[in-house]
């Protein structure tokens, strides 16, 4: 999730990103929700659950993040074999 200056309503954009076959960075899920809440980040689980077949949940290999979740709510949206990254700094 991030929120920038130029978002007016403070509604966080949040993207999921992946690498193809070609090992190159792509979108997979992006868009821009109410807020920066459990069901949100579910929802977007959902999502690529379902539209993602090739790629299931179980096979994430990383979760990255900064203030909202820990490892038990990574644990939680079925992410259960990603290695968890407490990211403060955005790096």
Aim: hydrophobic share 50%; glycine share 4%; aromatic share 10%.
């Amino acid at each position: 999730m991030m929120k920038r200056g130029i978002n007016t309503l403070i509604w966080p954009y949040t993207a999921v990103t992946m690498l193809d076959k070609m090992n190159h960075v792509c979108v997979a899920c992006e868009g821009i929700v109410c807020g920066e809440r459990l069901d949100m980040y579910t929802a977007q689980a959902s999502f690529l659950a379902e539209f993602a077949p090739g790629r299931p949940l179980l096979e994430m290999l990383v979760v990255a993040r900064d203030s909202f979740f820990d490892e038990e709510v990574v644990r939680r949206i079925v992410f259960t074999h990603a290695k968890f990254i407490q990211d403060r700094f955005h790096l």
